[in-house]
């Protein structure tokens, strides 16, 4: 039996779920879900578990100057490591995985190897991503995006929250409270990046399939648009003579989801999605009427082209309605192409799915590509990167009501620790 056999033999079940249920503490809601936005107190001293978990785990941690935190296990050559693991921060009403399971199945998988006696010839680092979510602060996948290209840190510490606070404040407050922390440079070289995560959505549970073999990711770009009128009273104002900014945003919102038609299609369907989530409406009183109205917009697509032919119609929708009220793309606050992954990296993980799968007599994994987007998309610009899915019940994510049967999520794990392992001991 090889290592990567034996590592994937000894992920522990209760030793996993016992660090979900944990990590979940932080932000738990009484629905069930987690509420742990990124650099928030909740989210500070949930980085501190990690931390200390990892240091029992005998791993070295260090930090970068985005706040990303690394759990280092040497290898007996000290090579460029072999990464994984993803991000723990969440949505405002987010679920128990979202995340949270990457970063706790990489510190498995050398919990396994621990338990193994066994040495790998690459080090082995599992990461915990600064802001991944970006509904905190835009734009999503911060930490990692500036991690593979350093320059993008400086514009992301200008971002600001809904609530006024600046990234980089918010970044030096946690960078101060990890002091005891080592600093470690951004973008170093990595040998390999292997990330796990839930998959949220339909696909692979309308397959009946508990791994898939991510792809690719699709495409996302973010928007805010801002919609001005004059703020009036409701009763007194004739009709006539109103500059309802409400008015001129609800027809640029119906033209953008007509570009988007709900049609029922099989999961998986390459599809543009149109999201529009973040409203501010000023005064946002029942009795006045709306002089500003401010939202966002994320449109997502496997088709680059597609998604360019729905920014010029944003464009176009807010010149079309302007007149007695003005709209306009105020900010364009994320954008990246579609992702694929190298052929050989879906190999090595598909090998690894495949042990997984044999040995618990399930289904072997599937293809997909993500509808989400994740981190490993700007590691694949860094090293050959790939991703390992597991099934969401009902395909719901980004909800407290977020879940995956812990039988799969202990697949997901062994998938991992096999492919990961296999990696580091090329
Ligand atoms: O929005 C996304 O795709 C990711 O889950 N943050
Ligand atoms: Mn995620
Ligand atoms: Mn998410
Ligand atoms: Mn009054």
Redesign the pocket.
Known sequence: MNIAELAQDHVSKDRLNRTLVELAQFGGRSDGGVSRETLTDIDKASRRYLIDYARSLGCTVSIDDCGNLFFRREGLQNLPPVLTGSHADT?PVGGKY??AYGVLAGLEVIAALNEAGVQTERPIEVVSWTN????RFGP??MGSSAFVQPDRLAEYRQSVDPQGIRFGNALDEALAECADVPRVAMARPMAACVELHIE?GPVLESAGTPLGVVSGIQA?RWFTVQCTGTMAHAGTTPMGVRRDAMVIANAIANELYALAPRTATAPGTPELRMTLGRWQVEPNSVNTIPGRVEFTV?M?SLDDSELDAAEQALYAACKKHSGESEAAVVSKFFHRAPTYFPEGMLQVIEKGCTRASGKSGCHPPMRLT?????DAMYLADHCPTAMIFVPSVNGI??NAAEETDLKDLVLGVQALAYTVVALACE
Do not use: I, K, L, M
């Not at 993500?370 to 994740?374: E, V």
């Open positions: 949505q979202d995340g991944e979510e970006g509904s999503g996948a949220q996302v994320d997502r993500s509808g989400a987007f994740h994510s980004h």
